[in-house]
Each structure stands twice: as structure tokens, then as C-alpha cells.
């Protein structure tokens, strides 16, 4: 054994415990309102942050304690009081920002939450449906993609061929896998003139993205029926999957189904997260690697392997599969129209 490489190992588990217990922390501050007490006011002690979330004093004090010690929250020794800073306000208070990340963290909490499903899948037959997760999942996932939406879509949108000229005149879009509506919603929001239809086979899914689309003035321009993404109706002239394909079963199959129900001349957008092609460079070289291949082991292949044909694609396929998937469905067109750090946009054409 060498002392110096275990010493180093540990080091690096100390640090993946630190962020699991920080995570749990900015779960908390949200679900308590303790970053919006801290932001836009300045300095506050940490007995005025209780007053006005009507917290513990005590708790409050050693949240607050854990969260400057994780350099989330500001701490004036001299004044004893603490603060957010403007990018911190972004991160974790604002809901608005296109920074705001601290909701999401109630995808991490499902995972410890739903320990005993996942563990009876991995040593079964690796199945456990997305309806059976503990509801913050539903929350935390709608959360983790909404702020990227917001401040990327209309981009990638703009990236493919023809696309916006057809939404501004008036498009039908449909919008499959949709959860709560997040991604529909910025589409009806930015093409006003375009109808958008949102599936997705999780019926409590479906109610909460009604609901947000009535919260942001959309209701009249959405539709959200329940059916999967090989039972919906109408013909479109922009297919979307945002983060899901590489949930489903059979995603050649759903990508065929979603070729012959394209109007002439209509386009799928595929949005999957981005990974390299080759497993090793991905491994070594991805960032968000560790994170994604973890969430897709208890998340997204489970739920894959629980439908028919159970691919199991999982959340780091990389675009060579994924153009794979694409040739077998039959589409003639394929191509990368934009990247960023998180996702891969791809365009396809019948």
C-alpha cells in the first residue's frame, strides 16, 4: 500500500462527502427560504435570518455556519453577520436568474430517498420505472433543466435549418417526454403565433406542467396530453426530446414514430447531454461525467431497462450513438447544429 496515494484518496472522499452534505444544505436553504431572506439585503445576524423565515435561531446560525464555510454565503467576522453575493443571489435565491441551480438539488435527494428501490434494481432486473421515484425527482429534474432552457433554447432553435421562420408564422410543435412543461412553456413563450403540444406518460407530470403553463400566461397557445412518446396523434412541423430519448426503451423505435409524424418538411430536435464518444476520453475528460454516468445508473437506464426492448442507452451515449439510433430510425438528414458544456443539439430530417 502507498501511504501517500491512500492519503490523496481520502482527501478526494472527503471532498465528495463535503459536497453531498452541501447539497443536502442548499436543499434546505430553498425549501426554507433562507437564501431569499439573505438576498438584496445586505449583511444580516443570523438571528434576523431566523425572524424572517420563522426558523430555529440556533439551526439557523449552524446552517449559515456550514454554508460560509462552503464559500456559498458571505461572512463578516467583525459585524458577525452574513451575506449573499450577487452571484450567489443568481445561483441560489433568484428563481428567475439563468443561474439558479439550488431547486434542482431535490434530484439528489430522490436518490437517497428511493435507496431501496434502486438497490432492488441493481440486483434484479435492473428495472425501476420513472413513476415510481419519489416525487421530489419530478421537482428537482424540472429544476435542474428549466434555468438552461430558458437562457439556451431559443438558441438552439435558431440553430436549425428554417426552424424559427416556421415558428414565428405559426408552427405546430410537439414537445415529447416533456415533464412539467418547463421546455414547452419557454417554446410557446418566444413563438407566440406557434401551437405546442407536451407528452409525457407520467400523468401527475402532466397536471403540474398545465399549471405552469397557466403561470406564465401560456395556457391558451399549450396543449399536455398523457400518452407515450409511440401513442400521440397529429402531424408537426417540430418534433422535440429534451433530455429524455436516452431515458426511453426503444429510442430507435420512438424516433421512427416521431419521423412519421412529421409534416412535409418537418424537423426532430434532439437535445441529449453531452459526452464525448469514446468511454475513456469521456471518463477522463468530461466534467460533468461523474455526475451524469451516477444519475443515469439510478435515473435514466433504469427506466429505460423497466420498457420494452430496454436499450438502455443512458445519459452519456455521446453523438455517434445517438446519430446510430438516428440512421436506424431512417432519418436521411442528421447533424450537430449546436453544443454547449451540458448538451448536444442535434438536428433530423426524414
Same mark, same amino acid.
Given at each position: 500500500?502507498?501511504?501517500?496515494?491512500?492519503?490523496?484518496?481520502?482527501?478526494?472522499?472527503?471532498?465528495?462527502?463535503?459536497?453531498?452534505?452541501?447539497?443536502?444544505?442548499?436543499l434546505?436553504?430553498?425549501?426554507l427560504?433562507?437564501?431569499?431572506?439573505?438576498?438584496g439585503?445586505g449583511?444580516?445576524?443570523?438571528?434576523?435570518?431566523?425572524?424572517?423565515?420563522?426558523?430555529?435561531?440556533?439551526?439557523?446560525?449552524?446552517?449559515?455556519?456550514?454554508?460560509?464555510?462552503?464559500?456559498?454565503?458571505?461572512?463578516?467576522?467583525?459585524?458577525?453577520?452574513?451575506?449573499?453575493?450577487?452571484?450567489a443571489?443568481?445561483?441560489?435565491?433568484?428563481?428567475?436568474?439563468?443561474?439558479?441551480?439550488a431547486?434542482?438539488?431535490?434530484?439528489?435527494?430522490?436518490?437517497?430517498?428511493?435507496?431501496?428501490?434502486?438497490?432492488?434494481?441493481?440486483?434484479?432486473?435492473?428495472?425501476?420505472?420513472?413513476?415510481?421515484?419519489?416525487?421530489c425527482?419530478?421537482?428537482?429534474?424540472?429544476?435542474?433543466?428549466?434555468?438552461?432552457?430558458?437562457?439556451?433554447?431559443?438558441?438552439?432553435?435558431?440553430?436549425?435549418?428554417?426552424?424559427?421562420?416556421?415558428?414565428? +408564422?405559426? !408552427?405546430? $410543435? /410537439?414537445?415529447?417526454?416533456?415533464?412539467?412543461? @418547463?421546455? %414547452?412553456?419557454?417554446?410557446?413563450?418566444? &413563438?407566440?403565433?406557434?401551437?405546442v403540444?407536451?407528452?409525457?406518460?407520467?400523468?401527475?407530470?402532466?397536471?403540474?406542467a398545465?399549471?405552469?403553463? +397557466?403561470? !406564465?400566461? $401560456? /395556457?391558451?397557445?399549450?396543449?399536455?396530453?398523457? @400518452?407515450? %412518446?409511440?401513442?400521440?396523434?397529429?402531424? &408537426?412541423?417540430?418534433?422535440c426530446?429534451?433530455?429524455?430519448?436516452?431515458?426511453?426503451?426503444?429510442?430507435?423505435?420512438?424516433?421512427?414514430?416521431?419521423r412519421?409524424?412529421?409534416?412535409?418538411?418537418?424537423?426532430?430536435?434532439?437535445?441529449?447531454?453531452?459526452?464525448?464518444?469514446?468511454?475513456?476520453?469521456?471518463?477522463?475528460?468530461n466534467?460533468?461525467?461523474?455526475?451524469?454516468?451516477?444519475a443515469?445508473?439510478?435515473?435514466?437506464?433504469?427506466?429505460?431497462?423497466s420498457?420494452?426492448?430496454?436499450?438502455?442507452?443512458?445519459?452519456?451515449?455521446?453523438?455517434?450513438?445517438?446519430?446510430?439510433?438516428?440512421?436506424?430510425?431512417?432519418?436521411?438528414?442528421?447533424?450537430?447544429?449546436?453544443?454547449?458544456?451540458?448538451?448536444?443539439?442535434?438536428e433530423?430530417?426524414?
Amino acid at each position: 500500500m502507498d501511504d501517500a496515494k491512500l492519503g490523496e484518496f481520502m482527501g478526494s472522499m472527503v471532498g465528495h462527502m463535503t459536497g453531498g452534505a452541501v447539497c443536502f444544505g442548499v436543499l434546505l436553504g430553498d425549501e426554507l427560504g433562507l437564501y431569499r431572506a439573505l438576498a438584496g439585503t445586505g449583511e444580516r445576524s443570523a438571528d434576523e435570518v431566523a425572524a424572517a423565515t420563522g426558523c430555529n435561531p440556533r439551526l439557523v446560525r449552524e446552517w449559515l455556519d456550514g454554508q460560509a464555510a462552503a464559500r456559498l454565503v458571505d461572512y463578516d467576522a467583525t459585524s458577525d453577520t452574513y451575506a449573499l453575493s450577487p452571484e450567489a443571489n443568481l445561483a441560489l435565491a433568484d428563481e428567475t436568474s439563468p443561474a439558479f441551480v439550488a431547486r434542482a438539488m431535490n434530484a439528489f435527494g430522490s436518490m437517497f430517498i428511493d435507496l431501496e428501490k434502486i438497490t432492488t434494481a441493481f440486483r434484479g432486473d435492473g428495472a425501476l420505472s420513472w413513476g415510481e421515484h419519489h416525487p421530489c425527482l419530478f421537482s428537482g429534474t424540472e429544476w435542474f433543466f428549466r434555468t438552461g432552457y430558458r437562457a439556451e433554447l431559443p438558441g438552439w432553435i435558431a440553430a436549425l435549418d428554417g426552424v424559427v421562420d416556421k415558428l414565428e +408564422a405559426g !408552427a405546430s $410543435v /410537439a414537445d415529447i417526454g416533456c415533464g412539467h412543461g @418547463a421546455s %414547452a412553456v419557454v417554446i410557446a413563450q418566444t &413563438y407566440p403565433n406557434s401551437r405546442v403540444t407536451g407528452f409525457d406518460f407520467h400523468a401527475p407530470s402532466i397536471a403540474t406542467a398545465r399549471d405552469r403553463a +397557466a403561470e !406564465a400566461g $401560456v /395556457a391558451a397557445q399549450t396543449t399536455f396530453e398523457v @400518452a407515450d %412518446a409511440t401513442s400521440y396523434t397529429g402531424s &408537426y412541423d417540430l418534433i422535440c426530446f429534451f433530455d429524455c430519448l436516452h431515458d426511453m426503451g426503444d429510442p430507435v423505435g420512438i424516433a421512427r414514430y416521431a419521423r412519421e409524424h412529421l409534416a412535409p418538411g418537418g424537423t426532430v430536435l434532439l437535445c441529449e447531454p453531452f459526452a464525448l464518444d469514446d468511454r475513456p476520453t469521456n471518463i477522463a475528460e468530461n466534467p460533468m461525467a461523474a455526475l451524469l454516468y451516477t444519475a443515469s445508473s439510478v435515473i435514466c437506464t433504469p427506466n429505460s431497462l423497466s420498457q420494452d426492448v430496454g436499450l438502455g442507452l443512458g445519459a452519456q451515449a455521446g453523438e455517434a450513438r445517438l446519430r446510430d439510433v438516428l440512421d436506424q430510425a431512417g432519418y436521411t438528414h442528421v447533424r450537430r447544429a449546436a453544443e454547449t458544456p451540458l448538451n448536444l443539439i442535434i438536428e433530423a430530417r426524414a
